[in-house]
């Protein structure tokens, strides 16, 4: 079935330095899925950050980007500058429509801790 | 404030017990569901609801049991609960069943299995 793997269960980034937060995808379908981060701040829940439905595309919000790559099955995400209020986990995660499935497929997560 | 609600934050239960994890939003939307994430795994989808109507189940366990009592809330009924059970119950909504792509999460509940 389809997946979704990030390989940093932690990352610490001090502030004003850049950030990259690996995230691989495998799609069983012929498709091309969509692809997702979401984040969780300390004490709240998942909340939509970026998507990106068209391979090759860049998406962006709040100084984040990740651009969908289908040759590496990646969607890396990068900041160039944190700050201490990035710090949250960050939810890789794809849905592949053309299986069938409207679900939404997770990644473990990554805890990003932004130092002062 | 938050518009997804999952009462209480945090459940300790013994093995054998049952609990009733609470969930209501207040955005409106149609769809429901329920995720759970365990340690270091990946958050995984539990079911998803339209119009109160259950739309997918990828749990295995009918120990596992969603109830809607109206629209707007997902209540999760676990029944003889096991450790392996511990983890964090998402709930989330979207305006659609169709648009599940984009998801509003609740703070969770952190649920503990002795």
Known sequence: GDSVTQTEGQVTVSESKS?????TYSATSIGYPNLFWYVRYPGEGLQLLLKVITAGQKGSSRGFEAT???EATS???QKASVQESDSAVYYCALSDTSSGSWQL???SGTQLTVMP | DPKIIQK???LVAVTGSEKILICEQYLGHNAMYWYRQSAKKPLE???SYSYQKLMDNQTASSRFQPQS???NHLDLQITALKPDDSATYFCASSPHWVSQNTLYFGAG???SVL
Request: glycine share 4%.
């Open chain 2, 109 to 111: 509940t952190r649920l």
């Open chain 1, 75 to 77: 969607f890396h995400l």
């Open chain 1, 68 to 70: 969908y790559n289908k």
């Open chain 2, 69 to 71: 009592s109206k629209k």
């Open chain 1, 105 to 107: 497929i997770f990644g």
């Open chain 2, 45 to 47: 989808f539990m079911f």
């Open chain 2, 8 to 10: 209480p934050k945090y």
């Open chain 1, 19 to 23: 950030l990259i937060i690996n995230c």
